[in-house]
């Protein structure tokens, strides 16, 4: 099992996600829910993830149209 992220190898989708989830793992908000069952750790992590493909969706075309200008 890797134990070290090496944030080099990832990619721009794995480092948003990690991101996210940094700030997630930080609320007390999150971290109750996830104690009382309301939401998975999983969920979290694949909500993560989620965002980070939106964002990279997003950025995409925010660059296709700055670069046809």
């Known amino acids: 099992m890797i134990k070290d992220v090496n944030m080099q190898h990832m990619t721009m989708t794995e480092y948003v996600a990690v991101a996210m989830l940094s700030e997630l793992g930080t609320k007390d908000a999150v971290l109750k829910m996830i104690s009382n069952k309301e939401i998975s750790a999983e969920q979290v992590v694949k909500s993560c993830f989620n965002w980070a493909d939106i964002y990279m969706e997003v950025r995409e075309k925010r ?7």
């Open 63 to 69: 660059n296709a149209k700055t670069q046809t200008t």
